[in-house]
């Protein structure tokens, strides 16, 4: 059988800009964000700045993760013990985790056909529950109907905090991702946009929010080393209300970080060049069901999902097996049980979720996913194609045979 030989987990190597600047971080001594000679910015206030230059926003900052930003956000957003907070049925088991760890408790929210989350159940989930706050998870690069959602969540005062681990570079309507809400949530782990290993940013316009997110993400009282932040001088009611809850970010991190930021639109055109490709390829495929896109998105494609609509889960489960026998891992979120990154809402046993959640059981239940690495090239999307159809092909022989 034909097989597959590129690693789907295989990022590109940091370039070599950014190790130069790593390698002299680090011959400096001075890795921790605040230890600055006598004139210097710091790779991480400078990344900070820069960061926040690409959005458009007067204000941003660096963190430890992803999960951390989201956690530091609903924080500095006012969150206080046992409030509720909306969260998309379909995400990344980090976003109900950061939503318990600031100590909220998550209210499920139903998807679209799209896997974006449904306007009108956010309406519902929010009138029932009187949640204040709704954590909106732009999961696996889709961004949903953000005039429908924005009216929802205004109309009822809703404070929204963005999760853009999958949309750093991604736009609706020409509106930076990340811009919508009060605050915008990246996440610079190794399988989102760029590359630290670990690490996050979170992106802002309210002066108060700031402020509180800097103390909390461990600023001591040098808050004025920040180059995107509000005037040090305001700091001074905030700075004795706000716990410490020690998250920083290093220089060591932020000095791979800024090439990269640099080259965004760059990678972007080519992962979107990547998903074109497999989407064209897989379009058309019998059983194949690509998720639309909003005219307004502007996304990244560093990953591509389908569904296998009328599928079963055994002639599902046989085509994954095929795909693995060929060198494809593809993910399926129907799994039973959850693996690697695939969990799904009813795989967090620790939620009391009490709301039907029809639509993300449906769409769920025959959802697969493909990561895009850089290091594949068109040609190799081209493989990837035909042997998914090899392999949707003997699931479809194979069983009609055998029923
Ligand atoms: C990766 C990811 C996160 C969390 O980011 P970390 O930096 O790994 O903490 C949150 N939400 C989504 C949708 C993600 O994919």
């Known amino acids: 059988m034909r097989r597959f030989s590129k690693s789907f987990t295989q990022q590109e190597a940091i370039p070599d800009t950014a190790i130069d600047a790593a390698v002299a971080v680090m011959r400096s001594g001075r890795l921790h964000r605040y230890n600055l000679a006598e004139g210097e910015q710091g790779e991480t206030a400078l990344l900070e700045q820069e960061f926040a230059a690409s959005l ?29 907070v909306l969260c998309n049925a379909f995400t990344l088991s980090p976003v109900p985790g950061s939503i318990v760890a600031a100590g909220g408790e998550p209210i499920l929210v139903d998807i679209l056909d799209d896997t974006t989350v449904d306007p009108a159940d956010l309406a519902r989930a929010a009138d029932e529950s009187g949640a204040r706050f709704f954590m909106l998870s732009h999961m696996r690069g889709h961004i949903g109907d953000m005039s429908a959602i924005m009216q929802v969540c205004d109309s009822r005062d809703i404070t929204v905090i963005e999760d853009c681990a999958h949309t750093m570079g991604a736009s609706y309507d020409g509106k930076p991702s990340g811009t919508f809400g009060k605050v915008g949530c990246f996440s610079t782990q190794t399988y989102k946009h760029i590359n630290s290993g670990e690490g996050g940013l979170l992106a802002c316009s309210d002066d108060e929010v700031m402020r509180r997110a800097i103390i909390l993400s461990g600023s001591y009282m040098l808050y004025d080393r920040h180059l995107a932040a509000p005037d040090a001088a305001s700091f001074d009611v905030t700075r004795l209300m706000t716990p410490n809850m020690s998250g920083r970010m290093d220089n060591l991190r932020a000095a791979i970080l800024r090439p990269q930021l640099a080259d965004l639109q760059q990678r972007k055109s080519r992962w979107n060049a990547l998903y074109s490709s497999m989407e064209a390829g897989l379009k058309g495929l019998r059983g194949v069901s690509l998720i639309a896109r909003f005219p307004q998105e502007d996304f990244v494609g560093s990953s591509i999902q389908f569904g296998l609509e009328g599928w079963g889960k055994e002639k599902i489960s046989h085509f994954i097996a095929g795909c693995e026998a060929r060198g494809l891992p593809v993910k399926w979120y129907g799994k039973p049980l959850p693996e690697d990154y695939t969990s799904r809402y009813d795989s967090w046993s620790y939620l009391d979720n009490n709301r039907p959640l029809p639509n993300a059981d449906r769409v769920l239940s025959t959802l697969c996913d493909l990561r895009l690495p850089l290091t594949f090239d068109v040609d190799d999307c081209g493989d990837i194609v035909i042997l998914i159809k090899d392999a949707l092909h003997d699931s479809r022989t194979l069983l009609s045979v055998a029923s």
Do not use: H, N
């Open 56 to 84: 458009g926003v007067p204000y941003a900052m660096a963190c430890a993760s992803g999960g951390y930003a989201l956690q530091l956000a609903l924080r500095a957003c006012g969150l206080e013990a046992g409030d509720k």
